[in-house]
């Protein structure tokens, strides 16, 4: 008679959204190039432009073709720019198990995410889309406040401006952690040794 196999749950690890804080010259896209390089797999990174120079090596697809999407691993770049809005309708309906990178998201991400359809749904969704999702940005005032409710980490750079809602729960943490990284940056700056470069404080909900 055949052994019974005992049952092993397999561990999964949710899928996150994770964002990045900090002015130009903190190192906000480099520790995320840094982070999803040790992650693997694959990634898009959305740029409007092409800017920060950081993505510049990396190939820029046409996320409009469906033959763009067949890459199993490494960087990719979309440039916003080219369809806008229509953007992120075709992130949602092509790309799955990856890491998703939306740098400098201010300059196309509207204050409030219920104006871009398939945004919401990304963001609603990433779970189920197997979606790692980094929002980076210069400040807080730059993030739609529906992005603070999904975030599983917050990486906190020096700031221009405080985070201003009282509205997230962990607002007070990441106020605090605005305050000390300013105040370390500021004073690495003083040192003038390019120590202020990559000073992050992680705050969790």
């Given amino acids: 008679m055949a052994k019974r196999r005992k049952y092993q749950p397999q561990t999964v ?36 432009n092409g800017i920060p120079e950081i993505w510049e090596p990396y190939p820029i697809i046409d996320p409009a073709r469906k033959d763009s999407w067949k890459f199993e691993k490494g960087i990719r770049q979309v440039v916003y720019m080219q369809h806008e809005k229509e953007t992120f309708r075709h992130i ?12 400098d998201c201010r300059s196309y991400i509207s204050s409030n995410i219920d104006h871009d359809k398939y945004l919401k ?8 889309l197997m979606l790692d999702v980094y929002f980076i940005a210069h400040s807080p005032t730059q993030l739609p406040k529906q992005v603070w409710t999904f975030y599983s980490n917050a990486f906190i750079g020096a700031t221009d401006a405080l985070l201003n809602t009282k ?10 952690a605005q305050r ?3 105040r370390e940056f500021r004073e690495a700056q003083q040192r003038n040794d390019g120590s202020q470069y990559g000073i992050f404080r992680l705050v969790q909900p």
């Fill in 180 to 182: 000390a990284v300013n």
């Fill in 167 to 176: 509205e997230i729960d962990s607002y007070q943490r990441i106020i605090e």
């Fill in 92 to 103: 949602y309906w092509h790309f799955r198990k990856g890491n998703l990178v939306l740098d």
């Fill in 121 to 128: 749904r990304l963001l609603i969704d990433f779970r189920h």
């Fill in 13 to 48: 690890r949710q899928s996150q959204v994770t964002i990045i804080l900090g002015k130009n010259g903190t190192g906000k896209s480099t520790l995320v190039e840094k982070i999803i390089k040790g992650v693997g797999g694959r990634t898009i990174a959305v740029t409007m």
